[in-house]
């Protein structure tokens, strides 16, 4: 499973948006980068998968280059009740795989203020 | 659907007590898994389960065992509590071959003393 490295903490304020860049160095030909979120004493919420260049859906953005060895996770206009940890995985969790492994990091920690 | 529930949501045990935490999901997702989360820190895989009767180990597996005899239910026992067990326990679904994101329980907080 490839290592993924991403800031311990970011601050932001409401309305602005937020990038969290992850990177995966070693990142393999079948791992996908995933994104979680989560809130104080909840579990973690999917928020977004891709494997190469950009994926958007209702909630985010991820960018990824064409090496693959970074990615980057985009939030439009945060707002307080964004405030939570995300995590960046990488991992072989593709439509075609059997067992989906999940190795959670530390995470970072976005703080949005008013 | 209730998607996936934890019991009990807080518990104190004392050192060598035994206890089970429970786990249901009704989405009838093949794959389930028990992670555990230390303060500050992400979350660790301790065991899952690609379907009913099939389990192994993940990460941190020593000090717990699991079962899987129905689709549903995925119980996490945990013999001979140590102070090292303290920490929130998650447990998580997904149905593999349909998707491949995963729906975690509001969480267990044990506190072994």
């Known amino acids: 499973l490839a290592k993924t490295t991403q800031p311990i903490s970011m601050d932001s304020y409401e309305g602005q948006e937020v990038n969290i860049t992850c990177s995966h160095n070693?990142?393999?030909?079948?791992?996908?980068i995933t994104w979680y979120q989560q809130f104080p004493s909840q579990g973690p919420r999917f928020i977004i998968q891709g494997y190469k260049t950009k994926v958007t859906n209702e909630v985010a953005s991820l960018f990824i280059p064409a090496d693959r060895k970074s990615s980057t996770l985009s939030l439009p206009r945060v707002s307080l009740s964004d405030t939570a940890v995300y995590y960046c995985l990488v991992g072989d969790t593709g439509p075609n795989t059997g067992f989906q492994k999940l190795v959670f990091g530390t995470g970072t920690r976005l703080l949005v203020s008013p | 659907n209730a998607g996936v529930t934890q019991t009990p949501k807080f518990r104190i045990l004392k050192i060598g007590q035994s206890m089970t935490l429970q786990c249901t999901q009704d989405?009838?997702?093949?794959?389930m898994y028990w992670y555990r989360q230390d303060p500050g820190m992400g979350l660790k895989l301790i065991y899952y389960s690609v379907g009913a009767g099939i389990t192994d180990k993940g990460e941190v597996p020593n000090g717990y065992n699991v079962s899987r005899s129905t689709t549903e239910d995925f119980p996490l026992r945990l013999e001979l509590a140590a102070p090292s067990q303290t920490s929130v326990y998650f447990c998580?679904?997904?149905?593999?071959?349909?998707?491949?994101?995963?729906?975690f329980g509001p969480g267990t907080r044990l506190t072994v003393t």
């Open positions: 070693n990142i393999a030909t079948n791992d996908y």
């Open positions: 989405m009838n997702h093949n794959y």
């Open positions: 998580a679904s997904t149905n593999r071959g349909i998707s491949y994101e995963q729906y």
